[in-house]
């Protein structure tokens, strides 16, 4: 999902000596992994009001402007610092349209309905192969809905390191970088967050949902 390390490094040697064109090819490189990322994580109902690409440009934007302490002091892996920056920025959005604005987003859930969790959708279509059969895709698409039913019944860190791990492909490395644990701790989450998840598809099952 991320753009390959080796190129995002040349373009922030280039950035850091003030190269105007690199920056902008850098944060353009970013642009579409950080769509996704905000579009697996946005509260449908803040989604009704704000569109994901909105927030992407306020991030890249920050980004932008705290480039130069980032290259200053690189404690992370740029693609990691870009997620945190997203993350932020995510929270301070539900927080002006979700929590101050309560009330007037409670009362467009006729709209949220009729967005039909549009999130995980467009999640699932990024997911499909063009390469499937029709029968194929078929049976995927419903795995993925499945996977995607079942994920939202996690508790958020459960659900959080398997976004990270399934749906962003990051390693576990990296996974423990961007949440701050040391890589057997990642790691342990991880299985940990797995074996919830296959309880949940188990239960489905066993009440005739699966």
């Given at each position: 999902?991320?753009?390959?390390?080796?190129?995002?490094?040349?373009?922030?040697?280039?950035?850091?000596?003030?190269?105007?064109v690199a920056v902008n090819a850098l944060m353009d490189r970013h642009r579409i992994a950080l769509r996704?990322?905000?579009?697996?994580?946005?509260?449908?109902?803040?989604?009704?009001?704000?569109?994901?690409?909105?927030?992407?440009?306020?991030?890249?934007?920050?980004?932008?402007?705290?480039?130069?302490?980032?290259?200053?002091?690189?404690?992370?892996?740029?693609?990691?610092?870009?997620?945190?920056?997203?993350?932020?920025?995510?929270?301070?959005?539900?927080?002006?349209?979700?929590?101050?604005?309560?009330?007037?987003?409670?009362?467009?859930?006729?709209?949220?309905?009729?967005?039909?969790?549009?999130?995980?959708?467009?999640?699932?279509?990024?997911?499909?192969?063009?390469?499937?059969?029709?029968?194929?895709?078929?049976?995927?698409?419903?795995?993925?809905?499945?996977?995607?039913?079942?994920?939202?019944?996690?508790?958020?860190?459960?659900?959080?390191?398997?976004?990270?791990?399934?749906?962003?492909?990051?390693?576990?490395?990296?996974?423990?970088?961007?949440?701050?644990?040391?890589?057997?701790?990642?790691?342990?989450?991880?299985?940990?967050?797995?074996?919830?998840?296959?309880?949940?598809?188990?239960?489905?099952?066993?009440?005739?949902?699966?």
């Amino acid at each position: 999902m991320w753009p390959d390390s080796e190129q995002t490094k040349e373009l922030i040697r280039s950035a850091a000596v003030g190269d105007d064109v690199a920056v902008n090819a850098l944060m353009d490189r970013h642009r579409i992994a950080l769509r996704q990322m905000v579009q697996m994580r946005m509260d449908k109902a803040v989604a009704a009001r704000v569109d994901a690409s909105d927030i992407v440009q306020e991030i890249l934007v920050e980004a932008s402007q705290r480039l130069s302490d980032y290259v200053r002091n690189p404690t992370l892996p740029f693609h990691l610092w870009l997620r945190q920056l997203a993350k932020d920025q995510m929270i301070d959005t539900y927080r002006r349209h979700r929590l101050a604005q309560r009330r007037s987003v409670d009362r467009e859930r006729s709209l949220d309905a009729a967005y039909s969790d549009q999130s995980s959708l467009n999640l699932a279509a990024r997911l499909a192969d063009s390469e499937l059969t029709p029968a194929a895709a078929t049976i995927r698409k419903e795995l993925e809905q499945r996977f995607l039913a079942a994920l939202a019944q996690l508790d958020e860190d459960d659900r959080e390191i398997m976004l990270m791990r399934h749906c962003e492909h990051l390693g576990n490395s990296e996974v423990a970088a961007a949440l701050g644990l040391t890589p057997p701790a990642a790691g342990m989450r991880y299985l940990r967050a797995v074996r919830r998840l296959r309880d949940v598809l188990g239960s489905d099952q066993l009440s005739g949902r699966g």
